[in-house]
Structure formats: structure tokens, C-alpha cells
């Protein structure tokens, strides 16, 4: 997936086949933002910003490590969303197979509900980066501080949907509980990327 075109990626996704859906574009979302943090960090760099030079070099690395991570994301939720789709497929003819078959659609629904509690991991990484360079970066790229927040608040809430989707097939308590857990980050996401495009706004338009 991260050696595709832009126009063949879209057309995949535009495509009837089961991947790539929601799920990697969360991912792709998260990857944005991430390199949208690490592109305003290149732009801060020389003498203006020499006071701050660690962090934003601390930024910038921390981006760039993020975008490689929701990238892999994006690719590792076609897998998951195949294994479920494999795991409704297993023969149910008799009570081994049928325990056997829901013993593997809850395993391949729990990881399929893992992976984007993983993108809301990063997009809260890449609002932390984002909410650290916005005050000592580039004014003359801030724009995409917000840009990065939104892309951000895009992966958290789209991951958040994917969750609650493959949550409704799972009975296990304690799985419940773990990607419960992803949903309530998901939702701290949503304010603080706002208030960071509020914040760069306002700098605008002031």
C-alpha cells in the first residue's frame, strides 16, 4: 500500500473489495498529520528558532517515526479485516467447528479492533507534537499545525467507528474492556485537536 499512487490507492479504495476501507484511511489520516508536524519542524529551523532547536528537532524525528508507524498501520488493517472475513468463512457443520469458528471470529475481530486502537495511539502522539510545535514553530506554516490537529481528530474518530463495529461481534469481557479503553483516548483526541485549530486560527486571524 505505501508504494501505491495516490490515484491507485483511491482507486482501490473507490473499488468493491473488502480492503482498503475505513479503517487504513484512519491510518493514512493519522500519517498525515504526522508528516505535516514533521514538514512545519523542517521549517523551523536557523537562528529564529535556535532557543528551541532540541525540541523541535525532537518533534520532527518523533513525526517522522510516527508516519512510518500509521503507514504500517494502514496496511496491517487489510490483513485484520481478511483474517475476519476468513474466520466467518470456517465450516460450522458440527459443535467442534462451530466452537472452533467462533473462537477464531473473536480472535480475528479482536485484532481487527486493535489496529485502529493503535492509529488512535498515534493520532494522540501526533496531537502531542502538534500541540508542542504550534507556540515555538514557523508562523508561516502554521496553517498546517492545524492541518495536522484535523488529520489527527480525522484518525481518532474514524479508528473510533472501526472499533465500535468490530466491538459489536465480541462477547469476551476482558477484550471489551481493552478497546473500551481506545474508545475514551479517541474522545480526549476530539477537544484537544480542536483547541489547537482554535488556537492557530486565532493567531491568523488576530
Do not use: C, W
Not at 532540541?54 to 517515526?65: G, N, Q, S, V, W
Not at 477464531?104 to 502522539?125: C, H, K, N, S
Not at 502531542?128 to 508562523?139: C, K, S, V
Amino acid at each position: 500500500m505505501r508504494t501505491d499512487t495516490i490515484d491507485s490507492f483511491l482507486h482501490d479504495l473507490a473499488a468493491r473489495v473488502p480492503a482498503p476501507g475505513g479503517g487504513a484511511t484512519s491510518a493514512l489520516h493519522a500519517a498525515q498529520g504526522a508528516a505535516l508536524v514533521a514538514m512545519v519542524a523542517r521549517y523551523s529551523d536557523g537562528a529564529r528558532y535556535a532557543a528551541h532547536a532540541a525540541a523541535i528537532t525532537e518533534i520532527r524525528d518523533a513525526a517522522d517515526e510516527l508516519r512510518a508507524s500509521a503507514l504500517a498501520l494502514a496496511e496491517q488493517d487489510a490483513v485484520a479485516f481478511g483474517s475476519v472475513g476468513a474466520a466467518y468463512g470456517l465450516p460450522k457443520s458440527n459443535d467442534d467447528e462451530k466452537a472452533a469458528r467462533t473462537r477464531a471470529i473473536t480472535a480475528a475481530l479482536a485484532e481487527a479492533g486493535r489496529v485502529p486502537a493503535r492509529v488512535i495511539a498515534v493520532a494522540a502522539q501526533v496531537l502531542d507534537l502538534a500541540q508542542g510545535l504550534r507556540p515555538i514553530g514557523n508562523t508561516n506554516v502554521i496553517a498546517d499545525i492545524a492541518a495536522a490537529a484535523d488529520a489527527a481528530r480525522a484518525a481518532a474518530s474514524t479508528a473510533r467507528v472501526n472499533i465500535e463495529i468490530n466491538l459489536a461481534g465480541i462477547t469476551d469481557v476482558a477484550i471489551r474492556a481493552e478497546l473500551g479503553e481506545s474508545l475514551e483516548r479517541a474522545a480526549d483526541v476530539f477537544p484537544r485537536a480542536d483547541q489547537v485549530t482554535s488556537a492557530v486560527r486565532e493567531h491568523i486571524l488576530r
